[in-house]
């Protein structure tokens, strides 16, 4: 049987983030803030799935590997799974200071936005919230 209610919980949370970059991007705020935001409503929206299905909740931030466990419930094309690949490397990376660091180009993150807002949207629809 579906657990809507942590599925509605998790979704809650990924939408938040995905206002707060929303919000962001149309303030033209730091990219890699922006960045964190988008890859943390990816994985709350990928972990809603995992709730909605009774299945064990990855302690995980990289999207692929959350992805490829999903993959049955949620269709995304092979060319966006580099947008998740971005998207977790803006968790990972962008968060700390380092001797290359830069901000993500602003084009770049607006095609992960899209993607994110397409995909929250779809996990919505598929899990009926």
């Known amino acids: 049987m579906p657990n809507e209610t942590y599925a509605k919980e998790w979704l809650r949370f ?12 149309e303030a033209n ?20 799935i995992f709730a909605y299905r ?18 049955e419930f949620i269709a995304i094309d092979t060319d966006d799974v580099l947008l998740l690949r971005m998207a ?11 001797p290359n660091y830069t901000l993500p180009p602003k084009d770049e993150i607006l095609e992960v936005l ?14 009926k919230v």
Do not use: W
């Open 114 to 127: 899209k993607f994110t807002q397409n995909t929250f949207h779809e996990i919505c629809r598929l899990l």
């Open 54 to 71: 009774n299945m064990k909740i990855p302690r995980d931030h990289d999207l692929v590997k959350l992805y490829y466990l999903i993959e």
């Open 29 to 48: 705020h730091y990219s890699d803030i922006i960045g964190v935001e988008l890859q943390q409503t990816l994985e709350k929206s990928f972990k809603a």
């Open 88 to 98: 977790t490397n803006y968790y990972k990376d962008e968060r700390y200071p380092n």
């Open 14 to 25: 990924a939408e938040r983030n995905l206002e707060t970059a929303i919000l962001l991007y």
